[in-house]
């Protein structure tokens, strides 16, 4: 069974940072597209990161390069985002995906999801 599984998410002061992990089992992803998705309250959900599991390329949002850095441990199957200076508009729930690297990046859509984790920043 394939599963995709977020932690790490927080209640944290704004200018603080954090770091997301996502557990990808259940396949191998050898030629997918790993990503990492926001949606702030009342809004769409939203791509953020990505990083290909094979060649470790990455593709980011403009508005969080800088701040956002995606990475993976690959013999733990695992997908980090690191954010720092987090700002309350971080708040919101991150997801992690699995599909290829046009529906991750450029469609925001994924074969696989995981459930999300809630980050909330206070300013």
Not at 28 to 50: D, S
Not at 55 to 65: F, I, L, P, R
Not at 77 to 87: F, P, V
Request: charged share 20%; proline share 2%; net charge neutral.
């Amino acid at each position: 069974q394939v599963r995709l599984i977020e932690s790490g998410g927080d209640l944290v002061q704004a200018g603080d940072s954090l770091r997301l992990s996502c557990v990808a089992s259940g396949r191998t992803w050898t030629g997918y597209t790993m990503g990492w998705f926001h949606q702030a309250p009342g809004k769409e959900r939203g791509f953020v990161a990505a990083i290909t599991w094979s060649t470790n390329d990455t593709a980011y949002k403009d508005s969080v390069k800088g701040r956002f850095t995606i990475s993976k441990d690959t013999p733990k199957n695992i997908i980090y985002l690191e954010i720092y200076g987090l700002k309350p508009e971080d708040t919101g729930v991150y997801s992690c995906a699995a599909g290829d690297w046009h529906s991750i990046v450029e469609r925001g859509v994924g074969k696989y999801w995981g459930q999300g984790t809630q980050v909330t920043v206070s300013s």
